[in-house]
């Protein structure tokens, strides 16, 4: 269960959503986002476009930097725990992945839409789409209003100090970049929202680790959820239409800041049935 802590008072002090964008030719190319203090948003300017200039999809012509201080409340939490599954290959990630969706009772219309979408670009010209599809957990029904764009979630990050042991628990479990952190804070602000489950992979050709995010198993990720090479990639939330409030959900997404305060570890590297079991006990 993600904890919602209260705001202490030295968290008080002023901070900042800076967000970045870079396309070419009107298309996305990479997006990140970042809470932090003043003094150290110069150096993160910097890190983030030597990031978007150096991108493997493509030389984006366009870079766009927002900084606004954040001057709604701020929610702090710690992550959704991290494990990690050994697979076999994709097939065996898919078929692993799929099981933590039903276990979270997500239709198996519902899976297959996503699986189908994501894999062949789930944009309807069939591209892959800057932002996530929200799917209906029973019928398996499309419910974000633009297709081709998707839902974009905003102001989420990982604190300085959660960070740090961000890093002792990927080295421990030998993996490096940006990637962990950035998906990390975004499933977990997905989880709050009252997402049932998320399904994602990478649309960068060279990553192929995709993770299944919930509340009650956490952040899961499998090694390989598709193929080296492929170039489509994307997100998919599952969501009970019935239990929600659709444009609070949305509104929750794009606009509450959160920020990460504390890095909770799962179960990594796990086999399969280790995972189960410790999820049953
Ligand atoms: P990435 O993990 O950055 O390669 O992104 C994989 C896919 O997730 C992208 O193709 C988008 O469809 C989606 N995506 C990336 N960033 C976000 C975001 N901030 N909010 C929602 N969906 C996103």
Not at 27 to 37: K, M, Q, T, Y
Not at 113 to 121: L, Q, Y
Not at 181 to 209: I, R
Request: charged share 30%.
């Amino acid at each position: 269960m993600v904890k919602v802590y209260p705001k202490r008072s030295r968290r008080e002090r002023s901070l900042y959503s800076l967000r970045m964008r870079a396309s070419r030719d009107g298309f996305h190319v990479s997006g990140a986002e970042r809470i932090l203090s003043k003094d150290r948003i110069s150096a993160e300017i910097v890190d983030l476009f030597n990031r978007a200039i150096g991108h493997e999809i493509g030389n984006p012509d366009e870079i766009h930097f927002t900084i606004e201080k954040i001057k709604d409340e701020i929610l702090y939490t710690a992550s959704l725990p991290i494990s990690t599954i050994l697979t076999e290959c994709v097939e065996d990630s898919r078929k692993k992945a799929i099981q933590v969706l039903i276990l979270n009772r997500v239709s198996e219309v519902a899976i297959s839409r996503a699986f189908e979408d994501i894999s062949k670009g789930a944009s309807p010209d069939r591209k892959n789409m800057r932002g996530a599809m929200i799917i209906d957990i029973e019928t398996g029904e499309r419910l974000e209003s633009d297709s081709y764009r998707g839902v974009r979630v905003s102001r989420m990050d990982i604190g300085e100090e959660a960070e740090e042991s961000l890093k002792i628990e990927m080295k421990r479990i030998g993996v490096e970049g940006f990637r962990v952190k950035e998906a990390l804070a975004l499933a977990t602000k997905v989880s709050m929202a009252g997402t049932v489950a998320e399904l994602c992979w990478s649309d960068n050709p060279d990553y192929t680790v995709g993770y299944v995010a919930s509340k009650r198993y956490g952040y899961v990720r499998f090694p390989n959820l598709k193929k080296e090479g492929d170039i489509n990639g994307g997100r998919a939330f599952f969501l009970r239409r019935s239990d929600i409030d659709f444009n609070g959900y949305i509104n929750f997404l794009q606009t509450k800041s959160l920020l990460i305060t504390k890095v909770t570890p799962g179960f990594s590297p796990c086999i399969w049935e280790e995972f189960l079991k410790r999820y049953e006990d």
